[in-house]
């Protein structure tokens, strides 16, 4: 069946500018997580979702970032006034439940902030 | 909060010898320990995983042993092959994955 998707794959904008990423789970998994992957280093995690609800967003960087998942299927990542330092490889990955069930990644977006 | 470290950053090893990749973890709260592989250009894709009940797992060539008292579990790749070449990562877990800075694994023909 169909993974985890990501769009756009690239993104690229100007410092102080807003964007959005979209992640689009594998159908029926109810748990969602953003991760941000800067060169050469592991994934961090972002947030968590299960269902609707953030269950943990203790990894957002700071106010500027924000994240949704209104239907408890599509989430969009948000990131007000972007910052040079907010270009990254945003993942997002997909589980049945949440705990100890496999996340399943998407390919991710890469976002370049000029 | 939870601190993975990962060891060696880069393994290079001959084709058909054994790889084996370290990962110590802070949190004794974690139970759920995955390993991933990452290719250029796309997202990290599970090849094992083991949860804290469990002291070891193999599956045909790639094991992963866990030791709890010592928060410390790794990965063993054996006969490796050139499309084993990529980028490793561990990570423990409640729920958000906290990943190591990952391993290059270079295989040498």
């Known amino acids: 069946g169909a993974g985890v998707s990501q769009t756009p794959s690239n993104k690229v904008t100007e410092k102080g500018k807003y964007v959005e990423l979209r992640c689009d789970p594998i159908?029926?998994?109810?748990?969602l997580y953003w991760y941000r992957q800067s060169l050469g280093q592991g994934p961090e995690f972002l947030i968590y979702f299960q269902g609707t609800g953030a269950a943990d967003d203790s990894g957002l960087p700071n106010d500027r970032f924000f994240a949704v998942r209104p239907e408890g299927s599509v989430s969009t990542l948000k990131i007000q006034r972007t910052e040079r330092g907010d270009s990254a490889v945003y993942l997002c990955a997909s589980s049945l439940g949440g705990g100890q069930d496999t996340q399943y990644f998407g390919p991710g977006t890469r976002l370049t902030v000029l | 909060g939870e601190n993975v470290e990962q060891h060696p950053s880069t393994l290079s090893v001959q084709e058909g010898d054994s790889a084996v990749i370290k990962c110590t973890y802070s949190d004794s709260a974690s139970n759920y320990f995955p390993w991933y592989k990452q290719e250029l250009g796309k997202g990290p894709q599970l090849i094992i995983d083991i949860r804290s009940n469990v002291g070891e797992k193999k599956d045909q060539r790639i094991a992963v042993t866990l030791n709890k008292t010592a928060k410390h579990f790794s990965l063993h790749i054996t006969e490796t092959q050139p499309e084993d070449s990529a980028v490793y990562f561990c990570a423990a877990s409640r729920h958000g994955l906290t990943f190591g800075k990952g391993t290059h694994l270079i295989i040498q023909p």
């Open positions: 159908s029926g998994h109810t748990a």
